[in-house]
């Protein structure tokens, strides 16, 4: 399974973007995808993160602003970031449970100026 995530960038408070991770190969079913951020010296946290169902999960830090949604049937996961703060800029990285083995994407980096 490889997973790869696209649409970080610059942007400034207040602003939004839309990340987006599909995961290739040979699948069957993927259990829960989520995002992941690490900023410079933190360690990573998780942000969101969704079951296959559609149940889902945020930080406390980004609930109200960001939304988690997937498409089963492309094996994608997005994250919708609204209303973005300075203190969102990290690295993010989606990840896929895929038969009880967490796979995880190349970062994209997302920078949210004052």
């Known amino acids: 399974v490889q997973l790869q995530a696209s649409g970080g960038g610059l942007v400034q408070a207040g602003g939004s973007l839309r990340l987006s991770c599909a995961a290739s190969?040979?699948?069957?079913?993927?259990?829960?995808m989520g995002w992941y951020r690490q900023a410079p010296g933190k360690q990573r946290e998780l942000v969101a993160a969704i079951s296959s169902g559609g149940d889902t999960k945020y930080a406390d830090s980004v609930k109200g602003r960001l939304t988690i949604s997937r498409d089963n049937f492309k094996n994608a996961v997005d994250l919708q970031m609204n209303s973005l703060k300075p203190e969102d800029t990290a690295v993010y990285y989606c990840?896929?449970?895929?038969?009880?083995?967490?796979?995880w994407g190349k970062g994209t980096q997302v920078t949210v100026s004052s």
């Open positions: 190969g040979t699948i069957f079913s993927i259990n829960d």
């Open positions: 990840n896929a449970d895929y038969l009880n083995v967490l796979y």
